[in-house]
């Protein structure tokens, strides 16, 4: 499956911004799709992801109760709903896929092979 990020941009602190990520080449159908981001200067961190079959979903500690992730089955399309944005959600973010990832390990990096090209998100304070 090949990604496709899309949103992001700038937004002041307290706003809202929202990061979309589309398959090409096939559907979602049995995959998890996972968001993550790299700060400036810093290493490529978990954000959340969702499993198609049945949704379920992952949040990291930082983003939880702020953003929230969706799925679009008729676009094929996971969303990244960024609300209460903080100058800290400043990064490029990514999205990720992959089959046959346990829940627990949703938020494991190297349990996903398929990336999407980085979209930037920038909060002024």
């Known amino acids: 499956v090949q990604l496709q990020a899309s949103g992001g941009g700038l937004a002041q602190a307290g706003g809202s911004l929202r990061v979309s990520c589309a398959a090409t080449g096939r559907t979602f159908d049995g995959y998890t799709v996972g968001w993550f981001r790299q700060p400036p200067g810093k290493e490529r961190e978990f954000v959340a992801a969702i499993r198609w079959r049945g949704g379920a979903t992952s949040y990291s500690d930082s983003v939880k109760g702020r953003f929230t992730i969706s799925r679009d089955n008729s676009k094929s399309t996971v969303n990244l709903q960024m609300n209460s944005l903080r100058p800290e959600d400043t990064a490029v973010y990514y999205c990720?896929?992959?089959?046959?990832?346990?829940?627990?390990?949703?938020?494991?990096?190297?349990?996903?092979?398929?990336w999407g090209q980085g979209t930037l998100v920038t909060v002024s304070s």
């Open positions: 990720a896929a992959d089959r046959h990832i346990i829940i627990s390990s949703m938020s494991i990096e190297s349990q996903y092979d398929y």
